[in-house]
């Protein structure tokens, strides 16, 4: 799947006001909020199994992918879970640079593997050159399975660079499987699946996607598809081979959570609507604008250079607000941003956008701390 495939001229949409500036849940689109009040329908029936392909073939569209999209009624963490458990039989190396990149190992663990856990600076992204040292490393002891890392740390605002980490993976070991999460991040830029080598890109309903939360989604190669037929301990809700089949007949082993796949539909052609481009584009620009508002206000920007979030801006709290009350005073006009993460709370703030915020709900949230600051 090209990315100029599903790239076409935007249309006319309409904005709803934002409220949540925090990096998930965030808000969604009433028309998509309507769209789980249907009637309920049988999870067998062929209305379900003609929406789940539409939803399917769409995330498709959004992976970049000709490979398959897992759907699966569970968080991002889930699938975390998932793919530990098909696509590692024996070692794993996980890149911890954030909160979400260590739940990664977190999990490893948790699923009895052999987790090698490689921790890098918080605020700064996975770089290609530490994941060679660190798979060249291990490498020395016996196969690695798989690599984790966190395309888009929501708890620093940092990207990392995983087009270059997957085709310098690749090329130092070209069984490792690059297994990637996406969850913040994940239609908010373009994250070409099949282009960039990725074995498996996850990510979840509630961010970028501006979805409630409860689904998750995962872009699994035939490469990876392969190896979990390899895995024993798949587990049974998570296992790949069993999702194969049933994906074949536009379903799920388990109870979907239709309402909740209805709401997808509508999202994901409020997104066509926008148009693909359009929308990396608006969140791009969000991400620039918040950036530069901080400067010009005297606060300090938290990622590295270089690589900072285009969906979440963390922000140093330099001038020591008090972010709780910022967010009482925020609370009068509709309006949340969120602390820092673990040991930064209080230290920073994080400021989202993604998903429905357009340029005038970033002036105005702009605008109303200033008013609490006196700036």
């Given at each position: 799947?090209?990315?100029?495939?599903?790239?076409?001229?935007?249309?006319?949409?309409?904005?709803?006001?934002?409220?949540?500036?925090?990096?998930?849940?965030?808000?969604?689109?009433?028309?998509?909020?309507?769209?789980?009040?249907?009637?309920?329908?049988?999870?067998?029936?062929?209305?379900?199994?003609?929406?789940?392909?539409?939803?399917?073939?769409?995330?498709?569209?959004?992976?970049?992918?000709?490979?398959?999209?897992?759907?699966?009624?569970?968080?991002?963490?889930?699938?975390?879970?998932?793919?530990?458990?098909?696509?590692?039989?024996?070692?794993?190396?996980?890149?911890?640079?954030?909160?979400?990149?260590?739940?990664?190992?977190?999990?490893?663990?948790?699923?009895?593997?052999?987790?090698?856990?490689?921790?890098?600076?918080?605020?700064?992204?996975?770089?290609?050159?530490?994941?060679?040292?660190?798979?060249?490393?291990?490498?020395?002891?016996?196969?690695?399975?798989?690599?984790?890392?966190?395309?888009?740390?929501?708890?620093?605002?940092?990207?990392?660079?995983?087009?270059?980490?997957?085709?310098?993976?690749?090329?130092?070991?070209?069984?490792?499987?690059?297994?990637?999460?996406?969850?913040?991040?994940?239609?908010?830029?373009?994250?070409?699946?099949?282009?960039?080598?990725?074995?498996?890109?996850?990510?979840?309903?509630?961010?970028?996607?501006?979805?409630?939360?409860?689904?998750?989604?995962?872009?699994?190669?035939?490469?990876?598809?392969?190896?979990?037929?390899?895995?024993?301990?798949?587990?049974?809700?998570f296992d790949f081979l069993l999702l194969e089949r049933y994906l074949k007949r536009n379903?799920?082993?388990?109870?979907?959570?239709?309402?909740?796949?209805?709401?997808?539909?509508?999202?994901?052609?409020?997104?066509?609507?926008?148009?693909?481009?359009?929308?990396?584009?608006?969140?791009?620009?969000?991400?620039?604008?918040?950036?530069?508002?901080?400067?010009?206000?005297?606060?300090?920007?938290?990622?590295?250079?270089?690589?900072?979030?285009?969906?979440?801006?963390?922000?140093?709290?330099?001038?020591?607000?008090?972010?709780?009350?910022?967010?009482?005073?925020?609370?009068?006009?509709?309006?949340?941003?969120?602390?820092?993460?673990?040991?930064?709370?209080?230290?920073?703030?994080?400021?989202?956008?993604?998903?429905?915020?357009?340029?005038?709900?970033?002036?105005?949230?702009?605008?109303?701390?200033?008013?609490?600051?006196?700036?």
């Amino acid at each position: 799947m090209t990315l100029s495939a599903v790239l076409h001229k935007p249309a006319p949409v309409d904005k709803p006001r934002q409220r949540l500036f925090i990096p998930g849940p965030t808000d969604v689109h009433p028309d998509v909020l309507a769209a789980q009040t249907a009637p309920m329908i049988g999870h067998r029936s062929d209305e379900f199994e003609s929406l789940y392909a539409k939803c399917e073939a769409q995330l498709k569209q959004l992976f970049f992918t000709d490979a398959r999209v897992y759907i699966l009624a569970a968080t991002g963490s889930a699938m975390h879970e998932a793919a530990i458990r098909n696509c590692v039989g024996g070692r794993v190396i996980s890149f911890v640079n954030g909160a979400f990149s260590q739940r990664w190992y977190d999990v490893a663990v948790g699923c009895g593997k052999e987790a090698i856990r490689v921790d890098l600076p918080w605020c700064t992204a996975v770089k290609p050159a530490q994941v060679a040292d660190a798979l060249l490393s291990a490498l020395a002891d016996g196969p690695v399975d798989a690599i984790t890392v966190v395309h888009n740390e929501t708890s620093t605002g940092v990207t990392s660079p995983v087009a270059q980490i997957a085709a310098l993976a690749r090329e130092i070991s070209p069984e490792t499987l690059v297994l990637v999460d996406a969850v913040s991040s994940f239609s908010g830029t373009p994250i070409p699946v099949d282009e960039w080598g990725l074995d498996l890109c996850l990510t979840s309903s509630q961010k970028a996607l501006a979805l409630p939360p409860g689904l998750s989604f995962a872009a699994v190669s035939d490469r990876a598809f392969a190896k979990a037929g390899t895995v024993t301990g798949r587990g049974w809700y998570f296992d790949f081979l069993l999702l194969e089949r049933y994906l074949k007949r536009n379903t799920t082993p388990a109870t979907p959570a239709i309402s909740l796949m209805r709401a997808l539909s509508v999202q994901l052609d409020r997104i066509q609507t926008e148009g693909v481009e359009a929308r990396f584009a608006r969140h791009h620009r969000l991400a620039e604008r918040t950036r530069a508002w901080a400067v010009e206000k005297g606060l300090g920007l938290m990622a590295e250079e270089g690589y900072a979030s285009p969906t979440v801006t963390t922000i140093a709290n330099t001038r020591a607000w008090d972010i709780q009350a910022l967010n009482a005073f925020l609370a009068g006009r509709e309006m949340e941003l969120s602390d820092g993460y673990g040991e930064y709370k209080g230290k920073a703030i994080r400021i989202a956008h993604m998903g429905e915020c357009w340029d005038e709900d970033l002036e105005r949230l702009f605008g109303a701390v200033e008013e609490f600051a006196g700036l």
